[in-house]
């Protein structure tokens, strides 16, 4: 006998057993009719990519934490490890045979040899959706409508969109005087959830002074709803600052679009919102779920200004976000939204060893026919034994035709939960029986 | 300005455009309904495993088609080339939490560093089904069932699944004295569609002598129907070889089973089927389209008596297939079966500059709710720039709200082929009307 390899995975990559990976795809497709129903079409880029293209020229060398190898040609390859820089070199390359404005969405796994401690993985999927070649009010809006509408297609309950706009941020700081400190701003803005404000105060006033620590901080503070605080942010402003004033427009243009398409009131004016990222110009956002705020946000993003500007000088504004996929499966299964019931078979023909094989495929096959799944159980093992079967894979009927049934004409139907038989004399009957208790 | 990095992918790798993506997409999604209506399950495993897993021990040191390589902590790490070999390890690591049989599918990519000559790609994704678990002409058949009715739901066509037993092959061999020349002879009877029956005859000769080399030519050689072919292959073996009246019965019990479920006619016995894979012990089948047999077998497959055991002793027989996915994608473009219909969206709400923003997007909304896929055009840009951009996207209607039309309440449709105006009084008339016209 051959020696035995250890069965095992990379620590950090996970299989995903049928439940999980029904959970997963039942999001992924819900998740998938919503781009759809807002025009946004589906893209794949390679998981491999020239490692330059991944980490740009001459960078990334001492990025441990993608995964970077010489491959058989002899030429720098690396995984992805996110899909915006892909997206990016996709826009770049393929802009030509495109249209713009270009919305699309990819979900697709990416790769990152990060410390696994703390639920990191090594290999997880992302979900982004993005709106490519327009500046307007209208994209940023579709963006937050999609979310929105994703929220209530997974009925995960209530949620808050939170959203601010980056400029009304930094022309305040230009006002005040610290735009050249407004990176750490930012960041010392972003912890205040974590740290608190008493904490965050005494960053700021170590960077620009106790008065205008206290302005941030109020600036920052919500006022009763997105209009007063909207007018509040502006009133932090130079009144004859255009940059100010046309960022406020446009939040009020995203507003009045929000409420004509009924998401208004997942919408919150949140001036603390600052996302961490750089490249981030316009209007930023992060959704929490009212029954779950502790798991962060569940979906995020902002726009930019350039997509591509590494691989071409043509300029490509967008705006987009990515779905916390991983956030969003441990949200549901807490809040026991089950997923994978979409995909469940519905009824197991046990084989009793008495009607023909060929027989039970063709009541089998008649049942699909009828727009049910269903499966013959392929060997006349022990009852129980398929009871079993069954319920470990959560399959709640069990057709058990026998000699007499056979003979009779008449199916019956075993309720596998509560035990109990019932006799249905035609296969319509049994078909609308066990669709209309369709989970 | 930073120097451009030019955008490229990697030789053998391949962008998914929308409309390439999309018709993918519709193919997998079509297969997924046919798998679950069968009780199959969805897996997936990671794409980065141990070298050692899925090249065996001290095996695969010299396979360049390997992406394989050294990760940031020192393992010995490869790129899956396949979905089998993960699945033996799935299966051996996870058996006592699952149930069999098992039946599960997998549509997954894999990575080849393959010579790209003739079309081959680097990186191309396989869709892969197996019933785990279980020898019995049950499970056999339905592998056979759900072929069939997967080219029923993608309207291929008819084709035909050539189907043959290993052992009724081997029998014969073993009765004609010449089993231990079995993997040789199958590989020249493999051949025979491609070099022709005289050449197979001189590799045959040169093997076993000219006695023999007819013998398994006329062995090969198909009957009428499948019964009797059936009985003429079983006349080639030792009636009193149990292994050999064995697989005939098989075949027969198979055979019964596609009778019942509808699905005979598409079932063709075929002697000269051998499939290359040593690891097939029963059954083994290729499927060709009837339409366009030139482009070979678009789903393969066998049964096997052990998935796992380079990673388990425990016995793990099974049956599965393989979907040759970027042939059926290249035989749907042949036939004119354009998939990506499926998943476009429907109309475009023009942008006229008259109707405010938020009017576009309470009627989209309210279309949304209707079951329609539809989008806003972000920017007030000139008609024929957004007939263009519809056109380019194969949107075919576009809604034109202006003042006149706001004013007025009606909802003038423009169908962008036949450049015709319609207009609608209301908007559950406009989405009955959008709805009737699904492509």
Known sequence: MPDIIEPRVLKGFRDYLPDAEQARNSLLSRLESVFRSFGFVPIDTPALEYAEILLGKGGGETDKQVYRFTDNGGREVALRFDLTVPFARFMAEHVEELYLPFRRYHMAKVWRGENTQRGRYREFMQCDFDIVGTDSASADADILLVIAQAIRALEAGKARIRVNHRALFNRFLARAGCLDKSVSILRSVDKIEKIGTGKTRELLTAEVGSGIADEILSFIEPGRDFETTLEKMASFCDKNDDEAMAAKQRLRDVYEIALAAGAAESLYLDPSITRGLDYYTGVVFETFLDDLPSIGSVCSGGRYNELAGLYTTRSLPGVGASVGLDRLLSAMEALKRPLRRDSLPRLLLANLGEAPESELHRIATALRFRGLSCEVYPEAKKL?????????????????????????????LRDLERRSTREFSSLDELAEFLKATKA
Request: hydrophobic share 40%; aromatic share 14%.
């Open 384 to 412: 129980l034994n398929q009871y079993s079967f069954a319920q470990k894979k959560s399959i709640p009927f069990a057709l058990l035709m026998d000699a007499s049934s056979m003979g009779r004409q008449i199916y019956p």
